[in-house]
């Protein structure tokens, strides 16, 4: 059956209105309101509270319990007691929960005394002091209200400490750690979740078996430590964070976390590198060793050694993977205290013909530390050098006995041998030594050869040198074939013995030459002189050619040329000059001559009509040096009607003189210590090394010190000679921002500047 609320309503209304009239007639009966707490609680544990209604003659319409904030209604334990009449009703509760009504419209009715009890738990937010509060509604449609007394709220406080915070430790140490857990408050602690984050570190065991426990309860004052090890997995950012929640009706009440980290002590290697210096022989090879030992207290990995300045060819059998691209070796890893000995073979190969020559091995190291930090420590030096006695040899000469001979004139050569075994095993060699003469000489005695006219050598077969011990001969030869004057007459000498014991070729040469002048002596006599030899080159020399007449010529059948060798000029550096003509020693005529061209001497009637026997010429003329060289300047002369039948075509004299031209020249060297740390000081040493027999001009030494700093008033020279051959005091260089310069003139020896 329906029944429209308005109409309900107005019936209460009428009835309450006709009680209150009534009430006006009849006398008040009196009601009380009790509410029973207790004086204080405990956070999360529940208890039991009571609201006594006492009412005479009116019963409760309904009760409603406003309870403070952050308690919480314990489903199920309400229980109404209608005067020993006990009923389980529930109460209806708001959204938030803090209002409980319990409606007793039909149950109370003539009942004195209603009790209700019920049970509530204090949670997260509930606060000491706060008080419940009773509303009833009566049959007679009043109300009372009553404030229960206040109550305490004793709350727990969780602290989470980590023990120690920090630990000093290398990487992969293991490390304990203390997680305690203690509640510090005044009420125990429910539902404590912990949870056990790491980075860096790796778990090695914990008490709670797991990352993540919790404790259902922490009494008051109550201490649960637990105990966890780690490993240091890593070189920074090392730490483990532990997060901790207490929480009570499914609210979190208190959280907090704790941090432990690690303060880490890096290990550091320490590889120490001790090479040897390398003493290579012919056709050997040389052990080299290398002793690396890591003195440090941490691995050096990835260790690699490039060694700048040793020649890979002649790297063999290393113990060591070897990169013949840039001379390096991949050692791998070195543990603490460990050590590697890198070896390997240096030298020459058979059938490597070439030595690999001195020089300075510069060892760079590379390696990384456990953590994985680059390491380039300084560099080590250690030398090799080729042992060049130990290199089998042949060695060769030839020389003549004089320089220039007339035409019919002979020369003798003088040839020897000699084989220096050095390391190889034999003690001789045999060999084949040829002698190749000029075409334009006759062989008057062949030192025991073999002739062969038509190639022009002398051969010795089989010839078998022993150890140091020279071979020698000597050879003489007549300037007696047509036309071999005015000629330099080359002669060479080869020794060839095959193969030395590397399989590499042994032979030797040699060479020398002589020129061939020629006069016809009933014709004339002559001669050449050069003045001054040797001479310094763009300077001058004075020629004189003197020609003693054996018999009457006339001086227009007489022409002379002179060459003017090795790229000579006049002093002005014309191919023309001037050249001076002297008679008997009294009649001095000049004339203008081209090198290289015919000049008439008719002139020279002036002197006397003709050449008589006795009557002598005297040619002079300068010419300008303007290469060096040692070499034969020519002068020739042409007799018409009387040519040159030792040589017919074209039958002219030739006359010349040796002539030196030296060329002054300066070589620079600098000399600074092989291993050298910034910001310290050193020593350096240029050496100016001078040579030829004239000296090099308006000297200056340079030097930029922009990398090596120069330090004022340290120079000190030794050695160095100005053109007078006073030697050259010490002085300080002069400076043009980083360039610094010693101007050092004109000198004729070479020194050194040390600073």
Not at 91 to 119: E, H, K, Y
């Amino acid at each position: 059956m329906t029944i429209n609320k308005w109409v309900l309503l107005g019936t209460v209304g009428v009835l309450c209105l006709f009680l209150a009239m009534a009430s006006l007639v009849q006398p008040q009966e009196t009601s009380s309101i009790t509410i029973g707490v207790p004086t204080e609680v405990n956070q999360c544990e529940p208890y039991p509270y009571t609201v006594t209604i006492s009412a005479e003659a009116k019963y409760p319409l309904n009760l409603t319990v406003t309870i403070p904030a952050g308690f919480m209604y314990n489903a199920n334990s309400s229980q109404v007691n209608f005067s020993g009449s006990i009923q389980n009703i529930e109460p209806a509760q708001t959204a938030n929960g803090t209002n409980l009504t319990w409606d007793f419209a039909n149950q109370a009715s003539g009942v004195n005394v209603t009790s209700v009890g019920f049970n509530l738990t204090p949670g997260c937010g509930a606060e000491s002091g706060k008080r419940l509060r009773a509303l009833v509604y009566y049959n007679d449609c009043t109300t009372g209200t009553k404030n229960s007394a206040s109550i305490l709220v004793n709350e727990p406080f969780v602290t989470l400490t980590i023990n120690p915070e920090v630990v000093e430790a290398h990487l992969n140490d293991t490390v304990t750690y203390a997680i305690v857990v203690k509640n510090t408050g005044f009420s125990p602690a429910y539902n404590v979740s912990l949870n056990l984050t790491l980075t860096n570190l790796a778990l090695v065991n914990i008490s709670t078996n797991s990352m993540s426990w919790s404790y259902s309860k922490l009494n008051v004052s109550e201490t649960r430590t637990e105990t966890i090890n780690v490993t240091v997995a890593a070189c920074d950012n090392q730490f483990m964070n532990v997060n901790m929640s207490q929480s009570c009706l499914g609210a979190v009440c208190q959280s907090s976390f704790a941090k432990g980290s690690i303060r880490f002590i890096p290990r550091i290697p320490l590889v120490k590198i001790v090479p040897h210096n390398v003493l290579v022989e012919y056709c050997q090879n040389t052990s080299v060793q290398v002793n690396l030992s890591n003195e440090g207290d941490s691995g050096a990995y990835d260790l690699y050694l490039r060694m700048v300045g040793l020649p890979s060819a002649y790297v063999s059998n290393p113990n060591a993977t070897f990169y013949t691209s840039n001379s390096t070796f991949s050692i791998g890893d070195i543990p603490p205290n460990g050590s590697f000995n890198l070896t390997f073979d240096f030298g020459m190969s058979y059938g490597n013909c070439t030595d690999p020559g001195s020089g300075t091995i510069a060892v760079f190291p590379t390696y990384y530390d456990e953590c994985r930090n680059f390491w380039a420590p300084p560099v080590n030096l250690f030398r090799y050098e080729f042992n060049a006695s130990s290199r089998p040899s042949l060695a060769a000469s030839k020389t003549a006995n004089r320089s220039s001979l007339y035409f019919g004139e002979e020369v003798t050569f003088n040839l020897s041998a000699t084989y220096t075994r050095g390391s190889c095993p034999n003690n001789s060699v045999n060999v084949t030594v040829t002698d190749h003469y000029h075409e334009k000489l006759v062989v008057i005695d062949a030192g025991n050869g073999t002739v062969d006219a038509l190639n022009h050598t002398i051969t010795w077969l089989n010839l078998q040198l022993n150890d140091s011990v020279p071979w020698t001969t000597t050879l003489q030869f007549s300037a007696n074939v047509t036309c071999g004057c005015g000629q330099t007459l080359d002669n060479s000498l080869n020794v060839i013995a095959g193969t030395d014991c590397c399989n590499c070729p042994l032979n030797a040469s040699a060479s020398d030459s002589v020129i061939v002048e020629c006069y016809n002596a009933t014709l004339f006599t002559s001669s050449k002189t050069a003045t001054p030899s040797p001479q310094e080159v763009c300077r001058n020399i004075t020629y004189n050619t003197t020609y003693v007449f054996a018999q009457m010529l006339n001086w227009s059948d007489l022409w002379f040329m002179e060459a003017g060798n090795n790229n000579q000029r006049f002093p002005d550096n014309s191919m023309s000059g001037t050249a001076y003509f002297v008679v008997n020693g009294s009649c001095n005529q000049s004339r203008t001559i081209t090198l290289g061209q015919w000049l008439n001497l008719s002139f020279l009637s002036v002197c006397s009509d003709r050449t008589y026997p006795g009557t002598t010429l005297d040619i002079t003329y300068t010419l300008k040096q303007n290469d060096d060289g040692s070499f034969p300047d020519w002068s020739y002369l042409n007799i018409s009607g009387y040519p040159n039948t030792d040589c017919p075509d074209p039958g002219i004299y030739r006359e010349a003189g040796f002539v030196t031209v030296d060329r002054p020249a300066l070589s620079i060297a600098v000399d600074i210590a092989d291993w050298i740390n910034v910001c310290e000081e050193y020593n350096v040493t240029i050496t100016a090394t001078k040579s030829g027999v004239f000296p090099v001009y308006n000297v200056t030494i340079y030097y930029n010190d922009s990398l090596y700093r120069y330090i004022e008033n340290t120079t000190n020279m030794s050695g160095f000679k100005d053109e007078e051959n006073e030697s050259i005091s010490s002085f300080e260089p002069t400076r043009n921002g980083t360039n610094l310069s010693w101007y050092l003139g004109n000198l004729s020896a070479g020194g050194t500047i040390r600073f």
